[in-house]
């Protein structure tokens, strides 16, 4: 109703800049799943990302938006120094020090810090040198510089699937903390140059995998409006595939053995409103797995949860469908591919969920 007043021009006249508007949309989770859900097929994501825009264009921003918001430019910067990450991690971990952090940050005071890796995953996985079908392999700011586990055991799973795991030779930030934050000049340059170096990889016929759900759905939702004048974006939308999706397509592959194994799936939110999460659901019957599907949102939504004045939302939002769910089956296995499913997951459940590679490589 607000987004319709504003664009009527009546009560709300201040279009895009309207606090109104900016106070309608600041509790919203940008999740996506009204533009699945709802009849009208409206991506409220994309509006909020809009207002901020517009509201703090050409301003001074919230801290949040220069360090959660620009957090794959910060983490590429620590992660290339073992000393500096070390440093960091140690002043995040000190109490008094941490409080300072959070503060600088723009992050509540109760929201736990992710360590940063003492070395990006890409630099310390080894791909070893061998036959297959050539892949590459898309690692993302978050597994690169946060959770390296998921690296190693997809290139693992790729080469036990008869592939031949080959990193990217730059980076190639999809700029989704950019957009999530409202910042969507920056957004569309981390596109153009994300656009650069995995465009060549798809015209050529090679699969791309990423392992980051969210990252993924850039390309099929996000890219195409931020930059609609490039071809380019729509064979990305096609050529940049999830695991499960690789791996569905893979002539002889069949998943190993998982019968008498218990799972919580939680689907990240852009995973089952943007991808679809049916390839993943196939894959997993076709395993064996006992599994538990949760429909809703973790809650931590990426910036969302970490930010000061959103924590209690996203508590009670991981209360109503995860946490009850994983409570409720404590030997289970819980599945979650999303960077921030399992940082809420570890943080408010004390349990440590694995992404879809390493549940098959187990």
Known sequence: RVLQEMINGEVITMGWKSPAVHQALDLCLSCKGCARDCPTGIDMASYKSQVIDHTYKGKI????????????????????????SAMINTTMATPGLRRVVRWTAGVDQRRALPR???????????????????VVLWVDSFSDCFTGEGVEA???????????????????????????????????????NALDVLHPHVAAGTPVVGLEPSCLAVWRSDAAELLPEDPRVADLATGVLTMAELLSR??????PDLSGVELV????????????????ADLLAASGATVTTVGGCCGLAGNFGAEKGHYDVSVLVAQHDLLPA???RPDA?????????RTQLAELAGRRAVTLAELLTR
């Open 61 to 84: 921003r919230p801290r949040s938006h220069y360090t959660l918001g620009w957090l794959p430019r910060w983490g590429r910067m620590i992660t290339r120094n073992r000393a500096l």
């Open 116 to 134: 940063f890796a003492t070395r990006a995953a890409r630099d310390r996985v080894a791909v070893p040198a061998g036959g297959g079908r050539r």
């Open 154 to 192: 997809a290139v693992a799973l790729l080469i036990q699937a008869g592939y031949a795991p080959e990193f990217l030779e730059r980076n190639a930030c999809c700029g989704l903390t950019w957009i999530s934050t409202g910042q969507r000049d920056g957004a569309r340059r981390q596109l153009e």
């Open 250 to 255: 893979t002539e002889g592959w069949q998943p």
């Open 265 to 280: 799936a939680q689907p990240h939110c852009h995973h089952a409103s943007v991808i679809g999460w049916q390839a993943d």
């Open 326 to 328: 994983v409570e409720a």
């Open 333 to 341: 296995v819980v599945l979650a591919d999303g960077f921030s499913c």
